[in-house]
């Protein structure tokens, strides 16, 4: 982190390149001025210190050059400490010659040690910068990976974006064409596929060859990163299209069903009719009577499927008016009653809670739907009871058809809005299951809410939200 | 021989109606019942002499009613099926159901499958002697003529004949037909359909449009002559 932080704070290179010329001009400075500096202080006390510790006291430049410039500062300290020796220190002084055989010896010793020194710390020293520069790199790799891994999921272009201002780039970003011209543009590939292209748009010096190479792996990482985000959505695209055909699939064949049963009801009926030779009147108006119970199963069943097709292809429009709901929950109980005349139903609507912002026919439908619903679920129960009831919460209205029938199953609240699921204990030929698919189609479509729930002690709450009107 | 009682198993009431009404107007004692599990114990209770199932019913679906049926008894079970994909009745036949009719269904054809298969199940009754136009065909005799020329079958034609008169009206799977003529070394089904073509083309007046030997496509044949 402290590297990317420290190439926040020098926005100009984020990879601080080693030996720049400024360095390698205080090496010079150091090696020059340092050994005759040296020389300087050394040369009063020149009669009392020993050679030796007189050529110790040079190798201090010369290290301190070539540490600080490598090996070519720290031999030019060398050459210039060699000669201020000879000429500051070995008798005869203010000259370069030599006295004595030992003293031109000692020259030839200091001057190749000091060269062998300083040739020595700057390949340590280089070593040790490539080493650093080595991890410098790695390291921001690595905090570019963590970036990318760790805060993918806000997405692509939001990692890109924290990277770039890290990198000191005013942005970064993918792009589809492949401008591959500008050296901040890297191609991003995965194996044979161009995926984008990652440029990198600032006011930034041409990139160091180390740069270069960090920007080319993170580039690479983002292929991939990107590569697996559209395989992803590929995925995903395939799953809602097997979905979406399987549920297709599903609703064809029960609607061929629902269709064909009453179909085949009346067809049996009225070609055993044509098959007597005596037609018994009773007998007649036997099958007069169920030919018109299974019309009426189709018309009401063509209908729904009408709604359905509408609510899905998003032909439905709702009308959006003040709705009076005693208004409708008259008829609507009044229709059931006539179907199911043991089922006794109750109404509670709170005064604030009576009037909602919808569709008039939409919501007679949706009441209509679920009290046939509830009236199918209590008809073997013990107790027949459904209660509606009405409250307002806020600017709500609520309106909920509670039963004591068998209940729901465990999973049932998420499916039972899906098309022909019908549950089993309500499973009859009058239900086709889609009085719950069409009331939720109708009630979003009305900007509404519907769900399910377990009614408290046993028993099925269907519930939907409407906004309620003054 | 007193009325063959009929068990009618749908979950839509306007089907059982219509079913029950045209049995019973043809002498037949019906009782019904709308679930799986309801025919299943229908069956072991009252011993009926056919069952009439549809596939589709809640509780105990139509082909694991099947099943639970053949475990005990071997009533004749005529299916009943929206589902007119091939698999459902090929499935229905091998859980043990005789014949299968595809709603919508008319009467007619009902019960003219009610009948054979009751017919099946009762002891045989006359030599099974059939005609239509010229052809006059006895099976106990083994002769098969058409006008006054006698018509020659191989050995295995004949097993072919023998086997699907047996049973005139009721449908013979290709499996069960492979059984009957060839045994345990059955070939497959292409050479039944070779067979069978060759023995239209003895005995049908136009093999194209055979009246005899009936072909339920992809399930298998039925005699389609009544015994004279």
Same mark, same amino acid.
């Given at each position: 982190m402290s590297r990317v932080e420290r190439a926040t704070a020098m926005p100009s290179s984020f990879l601080r390149p080693h030996a720049s010329t400024w360095e390698l001009r205080i090496a010079y400075v150091v090696a020059i001025l340092g050994s005759l500096a040296i020389a300087a202080a050394l040369l009063p006390f020149r009669e009392g210190l020993s050679h030796t510790l007189v050529a110790f006291l040079f190798l201090v430049p010369v290290v301190a050059a070539s540490w600080l410039g490598g090996a070519v500062p720290g031999i030019a300290a060398a050459v210039v400490s060699s000669a201020a020796f000879n000429v500051g220190f070995l008798p005869p002084y203010g000259t370069f010659s030599f006295e004595r055989t030992e003293y031109l010896v000692a020259f030839l010793a200091f001057l190749t040690m000091s060269v062998v020194i300083s040739w020595l710390v700057g390949v340590a020293r280089d070593r040790a910068i490539a080493a650093e520069d080595r991890e410098a790199e790695v390291r921001l790799l690595f905090d570019l990976s963590h970036v990318l891994v760790t805060e993918r999921a806000e997405g692509v272009t939001a990692v890109l974006a924290r990277v770039a201002e890290r990198l000191g780039f005013v942005m970064a970003s993918v792009r589809d064409s492949a401008e591959e011209g500008s050296e901040m543009a890297f191609p991003l590939r995965v194996g044979d596929?161009?995926?984008?292209?990652?440029?990198?748009?600032?006011d930034h010096p041409p990139l160091s060859a180390a740069e270069t190479r960090v920007l080319r792996t993170f580039a690479d990482e983002v292929a991939l990163v990107l590569q697996q985000e559209r395989l992803e959505h590929d995925l995903r695209d395939a799953e809602l299209y097997r979905r979406t055909d399987s549920m297709r699939q599903t609703l064809l064949a029960t609607a061929s069903h629902e269709l064909k049963s009453p179909v085949a009801a009346i067809t049996a009926s009225v070609?055993?009719?044509?098959?007597?030779?005596?037609?018994d009147p009773t007998v007649v108006r036997d099958v007069l009577e169920d030919v018109r119970t299974s019309t009426g199963r189709l018309e009401q069943l063509i209908v729904n499927l009408l709604d359905l097709s509408r609510i899905e292809s998003g032909a439905l429009v709702a009308r959006d008016e003040v709705v009076d709901l005693d208004d409708l929950l008259g008829p609507a109980i009044d229709g059931v009653r006539e179907r199911w005349p043991d089922v006794e139903i109750s109404v509670e609507l709170a005064d604030d809670a009576a009037r909602v912002r919808g569709d008039a026919v939409l919501i007679e439908r949706v009441l209509t739907n679920l009290l046939e619903n509830a009236a199918r679920a209590v008809r073997a129960s013990a107790n027949r009871g459904i209660r509606v009831h009405g409250t307002r919460a806020e600017g709500d209205v609520t309106i909920s058809v509670v039963d004591h029938g068998p209940g729901l199953q465990f999973g049932d609240q998420r499916v039972v809005f899906t098309p022909f699921y019908r549950l089993e204990e309500r499973s009859t030929p009058l239900g086709a299951g889609l009085g719950l698919a069409i009331s939720k189609g109708f009630v979003t479509a009305m900007g509404g809410e519907i769900w399910a729930t377990d009614t408290p002690g046993g028993g099925a709450t269907f519930g939907f939200r409407l906004q309620g009107a003054s | 021989m007193s009325d063959p009682v009929v068990l009618v198993v749908d979950d839509d009431p306007q089907i059982l109606r219509a079913v029950e009404r045209a049995l019973t107007a043809r002498d037949m004692v019906v009782r019904t019942a709308t679930d799986g599990r309801a025919a299943v114990g229908e069956v072991a209770d009252d011993e009926p002499d056919l069952v009439v199932l549809d596939l589709n019913l809640p509780h105990m679906d139509g082909l694991t009613a099947c099943r639970e049926i053949r475990r005990s008894s071997r009533v004749p079970i005529l299916v009943l099926s929206v589902r007119d994909a091939e698999q459902d009745k090929v499935a229905a036949l091998d859980l043990g159901a005789d014949d299968y009719l595809s709603k919508p269904f008319g009467a007619a054809e009902l019960l003219a499958r009610v009948r054979a298969l009751l017919?099946? =199940? %009762?002891?045989? /009754?006359?030599?099974? &002697?059939?005609? !239509?136009?010229?052809?006059? @065909?006895?099976?106990? %005799?083994?002769?098969?003529?058409?006008?006054?020329?006698?018509?020659?079958? /191989?050995? $295995?034609?004949?097993?072919? !004949?023998? %086997?699907?008169? %047996? /049973?005139?009206?009721?449908l013979r799977t290709h499996?069960?037909? !492979?059984? +009957?003529?060839?045994?345990?070394? =059955?070939?497959?089904?292409? =050479? !039944?359909?070779?067979?069978? +073509?060759?023995?239209?083309?003895? @005995?049908?007046?136009?093999? &194209?449009?055979?009246?005899? @030997?009936? $072909?339920?496509?992809?399930?298998?044949?039925?005699?389609? @002559?009544?015994?004279?």
């Open positions: 596929v161009l995926v984008g292209t990652l440029v990198f748009v600032g070609t055993d009719l044509l098959a007597r030779d005596e037609l | 017919r099946r =199940a %009762a002891p045989p /009754t006359g030599g099974g &002697r059939f005609s !239509l136009e010229g052809l006059r @065909i006895d099976i106990d %005799a083994r002769s098969v003529r058409r006008g006054s020329q006698t018509v020659h079958l /191989t050995p $295995t034609e004949w097993r072919l !004949l023998e %086997a699907l008169a %047996a /049973t005139p009206g009721v499996a069960s037909l !492979l059984e +009957s003529v060839w045994g345990v070394d =059955a070939p497959d089904v292409e =050479a !039944l359909r070779v067979f069978v +073509s060759q023995v239209r083309r003895k @005995i049908e007046p136009d093999p &194209r449009q055979p009246r005899v @030997i009936g $072909t339920d496509p992809g399930v298998g044949y039925r005699w389609l @002559i009544e015994p004279a």
